[in-house]
Nanobody, 126 residues
């Protein structure tokens, strides 16, 4: 069992930056692929970014490439999502998730992830 707790959400203006963090506890964190997903009101949950267990590979949704950066610190059992140049369309609840393994576009699929956090709200005003 892996417990995930997100933090760092808030209300910002368009163009601002925000850094989300996810703290993991439970089973060995370093063996999991970690991902960030988001869900806007009335929309399905969608993939944002993922990072391999070593941190050597990262994956991003086209909508956030060049603006968001995912990173992890296995010594602290944390994964972060640095979000720059935020847009109103980035407004959503952001979820941290853990997958036992995936690569490439597999990591975009919700079904690959076994553990989920409760989410943190990000609101970007125009």
């Amino acid at each position: 069992q892996v417990r995930l707790v997100e933090s760092g959400g808030g209300l910002v203006q368009a163009g601002d930056s925000l850094r989300l963090s996810c703290a993991a506890s439970g089973r060995s964190f370093s063996v999991y692929v970690m991902g960030w997903f988001r869900q806007a009101p009335g929309k399905e949950r969608e993939f944002v970014a993922a990072i391999s267990w070593s941190g050597g590979r990262t994956y991003y949704a086209d909508s956030v490439k060049g603006r968001f950066t995912i990173s992890r610190d296995n010594s602290k059992n944390t994964v972060a999502l640095q979000m720059n140049s935020l847009k109103p369309e980035d407004t959503a609840v952001y979820y941290c998730a853990a997958a036992p393994g995936c690569s490439g576009y597999e990591c975009h699929r919700l079904g690959k992830y076994d553990y989920w956090g409760q989410g943190t709200q990000v609101t970007v005003s125009s």
